[in-house]
């Protein structure tokens, strides 16, 4: 009889003398949790240990899913699984279970640990994090239950170069580095390195600052000196955690900016002129092919580039230090202060220059100063003031002043000068000018004997301690002395009315500079006369006064019955008075004589000539004609005595002794 063998459960049904086996599902276990590799593979490592206690082949499905729930996405998978015994089982993507579909993983020896890899590049391009689920089944097809990994992270995104930028730019002579920045769009940053190629040679790295997605400014190495012919070009590459970098080259070319030269050499070689010698920077020179152009930038009262031959211009002028040599700058101002600089450029990029050098300032010689424009004006008053004027230029603002008058045979100092005496601290240079006046007091420098000189000159001299300018008057009248008058000249009254008189006098000589005869009535004193003060009488008022041969003029205007005292001068152009020749009249008073004409038999002759004169002078004062009554009522203008002759043709004539004329009430 034979055996039963097995074990007893409910659904086992057992037939004589057969042994059954149970079955079990499969395991699975994450033994080693997924991790990206770092070397820029974009892979992920991972294990899982598989057992069958049926001891069957086990096959593995492996998915992928951004979330530890699912949904669940098959995973491609690369490369040859490692095992801890058996054979190696074969992958292939094209199936549900990706590994040991064929060849499955033993476990006839019981657990056993698969090694595989992911190709995460294969399946997803982002960065972020992942899970994988691996489900086994045996030959019966028997699923496992699913094991699900830790979250992992993963980044299959290679880094991508947002910024690049030289930061000092253009590159700087005499350097070994170059300031370089970079930014990169990278959330799992690691190394930066800044890349810089010299005149298109090779590439040197510099490593900068690690874990960051930007650089900041970044001193990279350019692996020579650069000079000032140079030029460069920047890169940078990037890797990130997972050992995914980006190299990015930009095909820029950066022109290096030469070293600043030396300072210019600036000589003062006259009032215009300035000698100036660029140099070179000796370091920088020194490292080029060929040699540097250099332009030479003056300011002052003019900016502008110094040209080829010596003038200033709008446009710089770049020739080599051989070609300048030392270059005569012209056309400047007298006694200005300029600036002289100098700069150069890259002979391989002529917009590329260096720094100007620092200033060199020289100030030009002075120039002579300018008197220009010298005037007298002769005094009309008396006073004997000479206002001279003149105009000054100089490019030196201070200088001293010097008058003198040529009296015939020499210059001669003035003295009693009031005025712009000097010295003058604001005289502008061309074309302004600075108007000086001054007032010779000629009475005062030549005093009592006084001079009369018809060839004077005024000069005026300034001095502004480096040179000295002149200018001169034209030849003018210098006149103090008075105008001559014979001491014995007699005024004399005559021709009265109730307002006018007629007032004569000898001739009283001659002047070189005679202009008119001036008399003043005064109602007050001889002094008030003297004084000019009183009712003047001149040339205004009878043209006859500007000539010296004149002898006679009848004053008007005159008030009735008035004792007037006379002050009569002679008087030049110059405004100088005579001595006075005085004289004292009375003016007319409103009186009347009636003279009545009868012949021998005592009858009235009417139509009568009446003369009538002054009993004390014998001067006629009026003649009139009797009335139809034969009387006449002469004005005679006092009341002094009067005698008259009476004539008519056919009576003959008589006079008639003291006579009183009466006033008219």
Known sequence: MGQIYGVLNSALQLEFGQTI???FDPTVVVEVQPAQRLDGSKLVDFSVEVDDQNFQAIKIKIERSASASGPWVAATIVGTPTVDFGNVPDVNNANPFQVGTVTGVETDEGANTVGLVWDVDADLNLVTTYYLQITVQDTNLDDSTPAVSSGFPI?????INVTLTLVVSPPLALLSTASVSATWNDSSPDLNYIRIKVNGGAVVETVGPTNVTSTGTVAANAGVVLYGDDYIQIGARHVDDFGSFTIIDSATTHYVKPATPALVTAVVTGKTTVDVTPHENAADAAGITGFFSHAIFVSGDTNGWVQAGGTIGPGAVHQTIATWGTITVIGLLANHTY????????PNSISVSSDYTSIVEVTTESLDPVVQNVTVTQPTDGTGVYVIEAELQDDYPTITITYEYWDGDSWEAMIAVTGDTGPFFDVPSSPAVKTITL????????GIDGVNQTN????VIANDGTGTGQDESVVFDLDTTLPTVDPNTIVTVS?????????????VGSDTNFDSYELYFSAISFADALARNGVKWDKVDDAALATNTTDTTVVTGLTIDTSYFVAFFAKDTLGNYSTAILAAFHSGLDAVLRVTAVDQNGYLIPAATVYVYNTLT???VTSDVTNSEGYVDAQVFDLSPKFVLIMKAGYGSYVLDDQEPEAVA
Request: hydrophobic residues 35%.
């Open 456 to 459: 004077a000159k005024v000069r």
């Open 155 to 159: 980044d299959t995104i290679s880094p």
């Open 339 to 346: 600036e002289f600089r100098s700069k150069t450029r890259n």
């Open 495 to 507: 021709e009265i009315t109730l307002t006018s008189q007629r007032l004569s006098w000898s001739i």
């Open 439 to 446: 007032n010779w007091n000629a009475l005062t420098q030549f």
């Open 618 to 620: 014998g001067v006629l």
């Open 21 to 23: 086996e149970k079955q």
